[in-house]
């Protein structure tokens, strides 16, 4: 009898050593990328998503085995090379993208030929910046510039770069959140001619980037009002729009990384688990930082999380103030 339990033990442990390779390799996801992979930028060389790129192409590569080339395709506010993302079938393009492409387009753009809730794959929130409210030196700093605001009515004017942009639609929350001020919208072809505007005194207010609002700052050509969020290194000497008495608003600039919805789960699983060492890595924060970001990144549902939220305050701002596209 004992004999006869010996053989049925050894015969069962030989069926599950036998078993377990199959099972084994099933398990084992298959190798990606096999080749390099393209990062997509929807706006051009220099430009603060390209560079947020740039930043973590190299780490990115030596965390995956393989080169990781920046493309840049400029065109329609990035939308142009988001479509390429949301429609590339070789699984291995990615794509950086910014706030509008996933949370405003589709309200701004009727026509635009992706859906940001469906046509991706969410990978990880890159680096985020608040913005500045600055206003020419001769306004008054905290709660008064609000009050000297609201006595300007539509007398006064703010600049973005452009209807959509996050300059815009953050000024139009601002409006909501500060009932009584009634500044108009004047777009210009970017920051530098914001800028140019505030210190000639065609507009008396705009959000742009803390990297070229504090330059402008300390030269003494423009008074910085507040952040658009909570206290950042980035601009530690400017403090939150809270302090001014704005309540309710918080507004960042971001990028994202995004590949398409086809994407494969072996890559999904891959870059989920080397993009944490990426925004870890003290060279690349370092970069980000000297480029006016500052690095954080999640986990897909981090971002996933963030565009929902986001989008539904686009979508209550462009409804409300009846936004569109010329």
Request: glycine residues 10%; positive net charge; aromatic residues 4%.
């Amino acid at each position: 009898m004992p004999s006869l339990k010996k053989r049925a033990l050894l015969i069962a442990a030989c069926s599950l050593s036998l078993g377990a390779a199959p099972l084994a390799a099933l398990a084992q996801a298959p190798a990606w990328p096999t080749k390099p992979v393209r990062l997509l930028v929807g706006f051009p060389a220099g430009s603060t998503p390209d560079m947020a790129a740039r930043a973590i192409s190299d780490p990115l590569a030596r965390a995956l085995g393989q080169p990781v080339i920046v493309e840049n395709r400029s065109g329609a506010s990035g939308n142009i090379a988001t479509d390429q993302v949301a429609k590339a079938t070789d699984d291995h393009t990615l794509g950086i993208v910014i706030n509008g492409n996933l949370t405003s387009a589709k309200m701004l753009y009727p026509h635009l030929p992706y859906d940001p809730a469906r046509d991706f794959s969410y990978i990880s929130l890159i680096a985020t910046a608040p913005l500045v409210l600055v206003a020419p030196p001769t306004e008054p700093g905290g709660a008064a510039f609000f009050a000297a605001a609201k006595k300007g009515g539509d007398k006064w004017n703010y600049g973005s770069v452009g209807v959509g942009s996050v300059g815009h639609l953050g000024m139009e929350l601002l409006k909501t959140r500060m009932p009584g001020v009634q500044a108009e919208h004047i777009p210009f072809q970017g920051n530098p001619g914001v800028v140019t505007a505030l210190l000639g005194g065609q507009i008396q207010m705009a959000l742009v980037p803390p990297g070229l609002a504090i330059s402008q700052v300390n030269a003494g050509k423009l008074k910085a009002i507040g952040l658009t969020s909570g206290r950042s290194p980035l601009a530690p000497e400017v403090p939150p729009l809270a302090d001014a008495g704005l309540k309710n608003f918080d507004l960042e600039v971001w990028t994202a990384l995004i590949g398409p919805a086809r994407l494969s789960k072996a890559a999904q699983a891959r870059l989920a688990a080397v993009m944490p060492e990426v925004m870890r890595n003290a060279d690349t924060r370092r970069q980000l930082f000297n480029q006016g970001w500052q690095a954080v990144g999640t986990s897909a549902e981090g971002l996933k999380s963030r565009v929902a939220a986001e989008t539904a305050i686009m979508q209550s701002i462009i409804s409300a103030k009846g936004i569109k596209l010329q």
